[in-house]
């Protein structure tokens, strides 16, 4: 019994660390954000480097853009929605908002 235990453990600790192992390119990739949004281009949604300016120095826009991308939203980039995305973790959604508010033009 314990050594299923260990092993079940280990796995566990594999998936995980596997997971962190992606990059925020790799997370917007499977994660399906591409079908909408580009680093540098906007698509149907604005471009990332867009995102990163608009919310350039705003220590809320961290949470703001997290919340934006599980629960979706409209009217901020014009009238097409953004729908929720709530397969996506609470883990990709923060590695993906910590990277796009990096990006500059």
């Known amino acids: ?15 995980a660390a596997a997971a962190a192992a992606q990059s925020p390119e790799d997370l917007i990739k499977k994660d399906g954000c591409t079908a909408c949004h580009a680093v ?3 698509v149907i949604g604005p471009a990332y480097v867009d995102v990163a300016a608009k ?3 705003d220590a809320k826009a961290p949470g703001y853009l997290q ?4 629960q979706g939203g409209s009217g901020v980039w014009g009238p097409i ?3 929720p995305n709530t397969q996506v973790s609470d883990a990709d959604i923060k590695a993906i908002v910590t990277w ?6």
């Open 67 to 70: 919340n934006k991308i599980k």
């Open 1 to 15: 019994m314990m050594i299923v235990r260990v092993t079940l453990a280990a796995a566990a600790f594999c998936v």
């Open 40 to 42: 540098d281009k906007k």
């Open 81 to 83: 929605p953004m729908p």
């Open 100 to 105: 796009i508010l990096a990006l500059k033009k």
């Open 55 to 57: 919310y350039k120095g």
